[in-house]
């Protein structure tokens, strides 16, 4: 089955640095990449994702690169804000229906 | 609604007792994820329903847990006999068509077993 891994655990930057979360995936038959953002007590929300026919996707602070050969995809997030910090989770997933497999998250903290 | 509604926000119960976790899916969904996060923020899939049809059930513990949807109710997801390690939070997630498109997690039910 597959297995997501997820990379830092924690990663601490100042206001205004870029932050970038990569994750690897075991499957090759994975086509969807989303990006969830979990804040303290709350659900995860969708902040961004990526189908496999695409390398990249943007949305303002937001991009998502994906190496399929490597199995690799990443989060990058620019000109950081407070407001960044949060839990973040990638996941994959095949088939339509099929559930999502998580990495285990990133704790990001944006100081200000 | 346009939001993943899931009730009660918080449930205490003590061993062995009976838990059950309610979830209403946005309006037009028809597909609804149960997951479990522990304490290290693990995510575990547990079951996933296409309207009320059981559509993967392979993280499911057989032996007590349990869930449902039925038409014109929301879902449930009910822990018979709780054990301390189902201390957890519970969230439920809807999706459109599944066709690759993103859940929409509801807000969690906080489990504690006591």
């Known amino acids: 089955g597959e297995n997501v891994e997820q990379h830092p655990s924690t990663l601490s930057v100042q206001e205004g640095d870029s932050a970038v979360i990569k994750c690897t995936y075991s499957?090759?038959?994975?086509?969807?990449f989303p990006w969830y953002k979990q804040e303290l007590g709350k659900g995860p929300q969708l902040i961004i994702d990526?189908?496999?026919?695409?390398g990249e996707k943007k949305d303002q602070r937001i991009a998502v690169t994906l190496n399929k050969t490597a199995k690799h995809f990443s989060l990058h997030i620019t000109e950081t804000q407070p407001e960044d910090s949060a839990v973040y989770f990638c996941a994959a997933s095949t088939l339509s229906g099929q559930n999502f497999v998580f990495g285990p998250g990133t704790r990001l903290s944006v100081l200000p | 609604g346009e939001e993943v509604a899931q009730t009660p926000k918080h449930l205490v119960r003590g061993e062995g007792q009976k838990a059950k976790l309610y979830c209403a899916p946005i309006?037009?969904?028809?597909?609804v994820f149960w997951y479990q996060q522990v304490l290290k923020n693990e995510f575990k899939f547990l079951i996933s329903f296409q309207n009320e049809n059981v559509f993967d059930e392979t993280g499911m513990p057989k032996e007590r847990f349990s869930a449902k949807c039925l038409p014109n109710s929301p879902c449930s997801l009910e822990i018979q006999a709780t054990k301390l390690e189902d201390s957890a939070v519970y969230f439920c997630?809807?999706?459109?068509?599944?066709?690759?498109?993103?859940?929409?997690f509801g807000s969690g039910t906080r489990l504690t077993v006591v």
């Open positions: 990526i189908r496999s026919n695409v």
């Open positions: 499957d090759s038959a994975s086509n969807y």
């Open positions: 309006k037009g969904h028809s597909y």
């Open positions: 997630a809807s999706s459109q068509t599944g066709s690759g498109y993103g859940y929409t």
